[in-house]
């Protein structure tokens, strides 16, 4: 993953505390302890059946799918986890209209949880394309510990090699 600031959006009193359970080692210990259920959605006809199990469970009337896939190019040039995107294509006289959602590559290799997040975030955007109330509320709807597994990723990430404090 590129340097990204996982911490982002935090307040600078919860930057430093992570700051310092990263560096003694303590934070990766307790998200690891937390968290130690492997998946076994390896590749991209995997994970296709894994979110269509998903959306047929929570959203059974939102449009289909096209493409899952993972991608190894969402955390360099998106700076995301995942995307929702909805590719329109020229197929002779007619317009074909497809939804598509890719998963960062690093997902293949972090906990189940976290891959259930973001599966659960980019189909949100199938109803909602903003963060908005109602987009946060589907999520929790579809993952009830939406939020603490959102914090729990970024944590774990940065836990994981994410920046160091500006002047150490």
Same mark, same amino acid.
């Given at each position: 993953?590129?340097?990204?600031?996982?911490?982002?959006?935090?307040?600078?009193?919860?930057?430093?505390?992570?700051?310092?359970?990263?560096?003694?080692?303590?934070?990766?210990?307790?998200?690891?302890?937390?968290?130690?259920?492997?998946?076994?959605?390896?590749?991209?006809?995997?994970?296709?059946?894994?979110?269509?199990?998903?959306?047929?469970?929570?959203?059974?009337?939102?449009?289909?799918?096209?493409?899952?896939?993972?991608?190894?190019?969402?955390?360099?040039?998106? %700076? *995301? =986890?995942?995307?929702?995107?909805?590719?329109?294509?020229?197929?002779?006289?007619? @317009?074909?209209?497809?939804?598509? #959602?890719?998963?960062?590559?690093?997902?293949?290799?972090?906990?189940?949880?976290?891959?259930?997040?973001?599966?659960?975030?980019?189909?949100?955007?199938?109803?909602?394309?903003?963060?908005? %109330? *109602? =987009?946060?509320?589907?999520?929790?709807?579809?993952?009830?510990?939406?939020?603490? @597994?959102?914090?729990?990723?970024? #944590?774990?990430?940065?836990?994981?090699?994410?920046?160091?404090?500006?002047?150490?």
């Amino acid at each position: 993953m590129p340097n990204v600031d996982y911490l982002s959006g935090f307040s600078s009193e919860i930057r430093t505390k992570a700051h310092a359970l990263r560096d003694s080692g303590q934070l990766i210990a307790h998200l690891e302890a937390r968290y130690p259920e492997p998946h076994q959605v390896s590749n991209n006809a995997l994970l296709y059946t894994y979110v269509q199990q998903l959306k047929r469970q929570h959203m059974k009337s939102s449009p289909p799918l096209g493409k899952v896939r993972y991608c190894e190019k969402i955390a360099t040039v998106h %700076r *995301a =986890f995942g995307l929702h995107t909805f590719a329109i294509r020229l197929q002779g006289a007619k @317009l074909k209209r497809k939804n598509e #959602l890719r998963v960062g590559a690093i997902f293949k290799e972090l906990p189940a949880p976290f891959l259930r997040m973001v599966v659960v975030h980019e189909l949100a955007h199938l109803r909602h394309k903003d963060h908005d %109330r *109602a =987009f946060y509320r589907l999520c929790q709807h579809m993952e009830p510990d939406y939020g603490q @597994l959102e914090m729990d990723l970024r #944590l774990y990430l940065f836990a994981r090699g994410g920046p160091k404090p500006s002047g150490a």
